[in-house]
């Protein structure tokens, strides 16, 4: 991977970490139409540090909210931000038991796997479709909500399936409120890319060379500028019921990968 292809696939993943179209299954076809001969393992290095770049962009723009969680824990008191942690807690569970009893399978996802991609895309298209037809509401995330949410975080991880796009869809559909569904949605994968990151540290997984540390940068501040602008623009279009022009563009790209692949 040349350092033009990792800015191009940085950009990439920081537009579409935040818009409902899966940045993982974007990155997938960049990666396919690229060129990208790297192998698996070297592929999800790189598919996890920019997904580390997007994380921080989130921390960024809910700075303020993220501030006050914190200070709301040093209280030692079970108060709305306890509980608003308790939540992310519990949303993160399926996700973290798929990702560490199926590590290796996950990795032989994303090895170009285009026609997955394109079935996918088109599952995010049909359920933005239905969520954004859903009612708005001034309800919070409750705790049955979280473990509900965290499953359809769990089954995102298929690269074609839009990690924000399923869990504010299915956030929406429970009744939640939608600014309130798509601040629960970035801020839930924060602690999943940090464990993931610390994962791979502890584990020797990421022994990266000279070479290859120039590529990560590069993706790395690409994900990062371009995710801060995207974050704010979904929060936006979540808030204004929008989500159905995005399903138009996952059934075309979708169409695409999948033409792509059988031909």
Same mark, same amino acid.
């Given at each position: 991977?040349?350092?033009?292809?990792?800015?191009?696939?940085?950009?990439?993943?920081?537009?579409?970490?935040?818009?409902?179209?899966?940045?993982?299954?974007?990155?997938?076809?960049?990666?396919?139409?690229?060129?990208?001969?790297?192998?698996?393992?070297?592929?999800?290095?790189?598919?996890?540090?920019?997904?580390f770049a997007t994380a921080l962009a989130t921390m960024v723009v809910y700075r303020a909210e993220v501030m006050r969680i914190i200070a709301g824990l040093f209280q030692f008191s079970y108060?709305?931000?306890?509980?608003?942690?308790?939540?992310?807690?519990?949303?993160?569970?399926?996700?973290?038991?798929?990702?560490?009893?199926?590590?290796?399978?996950?990795?032989?996802?994303?090895?170009?796997?285009?026609?997955?991609?394109?079935?996918?895309?088109?599952?995010?298209?049909?359920?933005?479709?239905?969520?954004?037809?859903?009612?708005?509401?001034?309800?919070?995330?409750?705790?049955?909500?979280?473990?509900?949410?965290?499953?359809?975080?769990?089954?995102?991880?298929?690269?074609?399936?839009?990690?924000?796009?399923?869990? $504010?869809?299915?956030?929406?559909?429970?009744?939640?409120?939608?600014?309130?569904?798509?601040?629960?949605?970035?801020?839930?994968?924060?602690?999943?890319?940090?464990?993931?990151?610390?994962?791979?540290?502890?584990?020797?997984?990421?022994?990266?060379?000279?070479?290859?540390?120039?590529?990560?940068?590069?993706?790395?501040?690409?994900?990062?500028?371009?995710?801060?602008?995207?974050? =704010?623009?979904? $929060?936006?279009?979540?808030?204004?019921? =929008?989500?159905?022009?995005?399903?138009?563009?996952?059934?075309?790209?979708?169409?695409?990968?999948?033409?792509?692949?059988?031909?």
């Amino acid at each position: 991977m040349s350092l033009f292809e990792a800015i191009i696939l940085g950009i990439i993943q920081g537009l579409t970490e935040f818009l409902p179209v899966s940045s993982s299954g974007h990155l997938e076809l960049g990666k396919a139409i690229l060129g990208d001969t790297s192998i698996p393992q070297e592929s999800m290095m790189f598919t996890v540090v920019v997904h580390f770049a997007t994380a921080l962009a989130t921390m960024v723009v809910y700075r303020a909210e993220v501030m006050r969680i914190i200070a709301g824990l040093f209280q030692f008191s079970y108060n709305d931000q306890c509980r608003f942690s308790v939540k992310i807690i519990i949303s993160m569970i399926p996700a973290a038991i798929v990702g560490v009893m199926f590590a290796d399978e996950m990795e032989a996802l994303f090895d170009r796997q285009i026609l997955l991609v394109g079935l996918m895309l088109w599952v995010t298209g049909l359920l933005l479709i239905v969520a954004d037809r859903a009612q708005n509401t001034n309800k919070d995330v409750s705790f049955k909500h979280s473990i509900i949410i965290g499953l359809s975080q769990a089954i995102a991880i298929l690269p074609g399936i839009s990690r924000s796009g399923a869990t $504010i869809s299915t956030s929406v559909l429970l009744g939640v409120d939608r600014t309130k569904a798509a601040s629960f949605s970035f801020l839930m994968v924060v602690p999943l890319i940090l464990g993931k990151i610390a994962k791979d540290l502890l584990d020797g997984g990421m022994n990266i060379s000279n070479d290859q540390s120039s590529i990560l940068v590069a993706g790395f501040v690409a994900a990062f500028v371009t995710g801060l602008f995207a974050c =704010q623009w979904m $929060i936006k279009l979540v808030r204004n019921a =929008q989500l159905k022009y995005f399903s138009y563009y996952c059934f075309v790209v979708g169409t695409l990968a999948i033409g792509y692949q059988l031909l």
